[in-house]
């Protein structure tokens, strides 16, 4: 069984930044692609970051690239989201996850099997 737990969300101004973390159980964290989704109200879930096992590549949503890095640190079954320059449009319950059907996108929700809780990110403008 593989949990995933979501910690770092807050109430932030617009232009602040915040950092994300997803601890994960399990020893084998470090051979798969992680991902981190949002979810605003009565919004469908939507991609935002993802990072391959050993970090060696990362993938964005539009809306967040050149703002938002994810990370990872296996040593510490960890993945982060720094977000910068954060916007109102930002504010979402932000999802960590694992990347488990290699058929499908990195981006689409459905490749996923484990999620964590969310963590609750609101940006006021």
């Known amino acids: 069984q593989v949990q995933l737990v979501e910690s770092g969300g807050g109430l932030v101004q617009a232009g602040d930044s915040l950092r994300l973390s997803c601890a994960a159980s399990?020893?084998?964290?470090?051979?798969?692609?992680m991902g981190w989704f949002r979810q605003a109200p009565g919004k469908e879930r939507e991609f935002v970051a993802a990072?391959?096992?050993?970090?060696?590549?990362?993938y964005y949503a539009d809306s967040v690239k050149g703002r938002f890095t994810i990370s990872r640190d296996n040593a510490k079954n960890t993945v982060y989201l720094q977000m910068n320059s954060l916007k109102f449009e930002d504010t979402a319950v932000y999802y960590c996850?694992?990347?488990?059907?290699?058929?499908?996108?990195?981006?689409?929700?459905?490749?996923?099997?484990?999620w964590g809780q969310g963590t609750q990110v609101t940006v006021s403008s």
């Open positions: 990072i391959s096992w050993n970090g060696g590549r990362t």
């Open positions: 996850a694992r990347y488990r059907d290699t058929r499908k996108s990195q981006l689409i929700k459905e490749a996923y099997d484990y």
């Open positions: 399990g020893r084998i964290f470090s051979t798969y692609t």
